[in-house]
Structure formats: C-alpha cells, structure tokens
C-alpha cells in the first residue's frame, strides 16, 4: 500500500478549478519532486495531503487513513506528517529549542527533558546546536529553514512535505538548506517536494511530477523525465527553469 | 491670580481623594482584565466559521457598541436586582451594590470593545503561522492559545493598555449610581466646601496627569516591541 495515495483530486474555489483530477502515489521511501510554474496549483496540491487545504472530489489516503474524511483525527494525522514551509514559519515569540519542543511536549506528550534531547540532537545534526537559545528572528533564512526542517523531524514523522523550502532563501543560502534534505532523502525518508530546485531532483528523485494550470501533466521516474523526449509544455517549462 | 480661591481645601480633602481614587483604580484594573478575558472570548467566537457561534458575538458586540455607556451603567444598576428578585423568588428587589453593578457593567461593556482591538490583533498573526502550528499536529485549542494569542497580544499590548486609559477616565460615569470614584470625591467636597473652582481645577490636573503619563509609557513602549519578524 502506498503511503500517499491521491485519487481523482480535485478542488475549487469557488467556481475556478485550482486541482483537476490529480492522481498519484507515493510508496514508502520514495522521493518525489513536483514542479510545474506558479499557479499551476502544486502548493494547493501538497497542503491537501496533510489536510491543511480542503478538497472537493476525489480521496486521499495517507498512511491508510482517509484526510477527506470528517472521521479522521486530522491533528492525530499531521503529527506524523512533517511539513516544511516557503517561509519556515518558526513561532517568533519561542526561542529555537522551544519550537522543536512545543509539539513534542503538547502533542507526542513527551517530557521536557525526553524532547530537550532528540531536539538537540537534531539540531546538531542541522548544524545549528550553538543557536538553540536564540530566536528565529536572530537567524538567517538558511538557518530558520533547517532549524525548520529539524522542528518536522523532532516528531518523528513517517512522511515529509516541502513546500518550496528554498524559494524565499538568497541563492547564497539554498545549499545549506538542500544538504540538509539531499541527506534526508539518501537515508530513505518518504518525501514529497514541491521546488524548482532540478539538481536536487536529479541527485535524489526518484519521481518527478510536472503540474499545470492544477493538472498532472506528467508523472515519470526521473530518468525519463529528464532523458526521453516530453511534452512540449515540459520541455519548455524545464528550458526556462534549466537557463536562467 | 488665585486670590479668592482657597487651595488649602484640596489638603483636607486628601484622604477622602485618595480613598476615591482606589475606587477609581479598582474599578479600570478589574473592568480590563474581565474586558480583556470576555473580549478574548467574543474575538475567537466572532472568528468563528460556525455562525451559531459568530453571529451573536457580532450582535452582542454591535449592540453594546452602539449603546451609550451611561445606559449600560444604569441598566445594571437598575435592571440586576429585579433579575435578581425573579430568579431567587423574594419579595423585594435585592442590589449588588454599585461598585458591584458598575463594574460588571464596565466589564460587559469594554470587552465588546476589546473583542474588536482583539479580532484585529488575532487576524494580525499570518495565516502561515497557523498552518505550521497545524501542520505540526497541534488542534484548534492549542494553536490558538501556544501560537496565535502570545504573538496577538505581543501586537495588541499598546492598544489594548490605551483602551484602558480611556476605561480609567470613563469610570467617573459612576456618580450616576452614587459610587464615589475621584472625580465624585472631588465633586463631593466642592459642592460641600463650595469650592467649585479649585476642586474641578484639581481633579482635571490629577486626571492629565495620570492619563499624559500612562500615554507617554504606551508609546514608549510601543517603540520597544515591535515584534522580531
């Protein structure tokens, strides 16, 4: 059984279709790109799985549960499901320790000294041990964005979104934040990418999704996305993206 | 000048001020923090998508809104002990007392108030920060009280303590219900001691200058918080 599983998923707002019909899969451990240009409704897409964004038609199982359904325990769901944000979203008014603390403590039920650990850990592992008692507005955004990507990770998650996790970094900074997800991916994390970012793709993905205007246009394994002859709307998409 | 005019009555009447003056105090400390509590409750219901629950906070808010203050002062003076009297069955109508009365008055009617200072200070939060808060498994409840309110307030904090500057000048209402607060007090003796003049003069000093202070200490402070985004 596939991890995340989206069947016919369409949603609207309004009456303007920003999902049409959208299904794929994702198996445990598989990692997945989706690009597409903006508004092409792959944000939409990825805050659907985890239930942020709701939908109108179709199902989406994640972890065999339905998110669409009004049974699911959503926060229970999420709780498994690290996301990680365009832009980092730390909670400003908690110092760096304190955000990868907050849900371990209030949501996993960990104690303070149990959460204080794993989040030191992996905040070692990000790097970023020396700036644990600052706060997210003393940091850089490479910086927030690991300290970000670490919060996710604190809980354990069977399953990470990324929601253009470098599209609001200065080039200068995208590496460090990259390094830390390539890393991620080598050790078999299921992941699922939304980004713009084809070198990662190429080093990591095993799938790349190409969406437009809030359909899948193309869903290939990476080797055919970027070897074999595409559709004309991805070669040009991928030509603008590859030379700028 | 002041020739004619005897200020010695203000050093007698001290103590008789200063009494009116706790009353004054007690009543905008008290009124603010129930306004706030209550007001609190009001914005998170009035954000409501369910409309059982949004629409009468907004009417609540609305009505009392556009209801001037000395009204809401009387009803509860006023309409309680008959409420009183229904439900408890006795024979006569049994007050709360004004001070009692004047600050649930007070306290119902800021906090529609505050609601308002409070939904702009929620709808302030990005939308991010919740999702984030979500994302990370917390529930309404918890996203709202860990994450949404503490960086609400932290915007709010300058308003909301304005609000209470106008709350401590507005308690002088309460001479309606023959509560002495300062400005009664300092009523009180002129009319008493029939010094008109030197007693009003003394009591629009004392109220510049605990209001102008309080103001200057909101700005200041208006200057050192602004939130670290």
Same mark, same amino acid.
């Given at each position: 059984m596939a991890m995340i599983e989206l069947k016919s998923v369409s949603k609207w707002y309004g009456s303007f !279709?920003? /999902? =049409?019909?959208c299904t794929t899969q994702v198996e445990k451990g598989e990692v997945i790109v989706v690009c597409g240009p903006?508004?092409?409704?792959k944000s939409t897409l990825i805050k659907c799985v985890n239930g942020l964004e709701p939908f109108q038609k179709g199902e989406l199982i994640v972890n065999g549960q339905? #998110?669409?359904?009004?049974?699911?325990?959503l926060p229970k769901l999420r709780a498994k499901i690290g996301m990680v944000f365009q832009n980092f979203? /730390?909670?400003?008014?908690?110092?760096v320790i304190a955000n990868l603390n907050l849900a371990q403590i209030k #949501? /996993?039920?960990?104690?303070a000294d149990e959460a204080t650990e794993k989040s030191r850990a992996l905040l070692t592992r990000v790097g970023l041990i020396d700036h644990? !008692? =600052?706060?997210?507005? !003393?940091?850089s955004g490479g910086q927030q964005q690991r300290v970000a990507i670490a919060r996710a990770l604190a809980m354990d998650p069977i399953a990470m979104l990324f929601d253009?996790?470098?599209?609001? /970094?200065?080039p200068e900074m995208i590496n460090e934040v990259l390094d830390v997800m390539v890393e991620l991916a080598q050790e078999g994390m299921t992941m699922m990418v939304v980004t713009h970012e084809m070198g990662f793709a190429r080093k990591v993905a095993h799938r790349v999704i190409f969406m437009d205007q809030g359909e899948i246009v193309d869903d290939a394994t990476k080797d055919d996305f970027f070897g074999t002859t595409r559709s004309e709307r991805v070669q040009q998409f991928l030509s603008k993206i590859l030379h700028h | 000048m002041f020739t004619g005019f005897d200020f010695d009555v203000i050093q007698r009447a001290l103590p008789y001020l200063g009494q009116g003056m706790l009353t004054s105090f007690g009543l905008t400390l008290l009124a603010m923090v129930g306004g706030i509590v209550l007001g609190t409750v009001l914005a998170l219901m009035r954000l409501s998508s369910i409309k059982i629950i949004s629409v009468p906070a907004g009417i609540y808010v609305n009505l009392l809104r556009a209801t001037p203050l000395i009204l809401v002062i009387f009803w509860f003076y006023f309409l309680v002990p008959i409420a009183i009297k229904h439900i408890s069955g006795d024979s006569y109508a049994q007050g709360i007392g004004p001070f009692h009365s004047a600050l649930i008055a007070f306290t119902l009617f800021e906090a529609a108030y505050y609601c308002e200072i409070i939904r702009a200070g929620i709808q302030s939060v990005p939308a991010g920060q919740v999702n984030a808060a979500y994302a990370l498994g917390l529930n309404y409840r918890l996203a709202t009280t860990l994450v949404v309110l503490p960086q609400a307030f932290r915007n709010m904090v300058p308003i909301l303590l304005t609000q209470g500057i106008i709350l401590f000048q507005d308690t002088s209402l309460v001479y309606v219900v023959g509560l002495t607060d300062f400005m009664g007090a300092a009523s009180k003796v002129a009319q008493r001691d029939g010094r008109l003049v030197e007693m009003y003069l003394f009591a629009a000093v004392i109220y510049f200058i605990i209001c102008f202070s309080a103001s200057l200490f909101v700005k200041h402070l208006q200057l050192r918080i602004t939130p670290p985004r």
């Open positions: !279709q920003v /999902l =049409k019909n903006s508004g092409s409704g339905s #998110v669409g359904s009004a049974s699911t325990d979203e /730390l909670f400003p008014h908690m110092s #949501v /996993l039920g960990r104690n644990a !008692q =600052k706060f997210p507005g !003393q940091l253009e996790p470098t599209s609001a /970094l200065d | -």
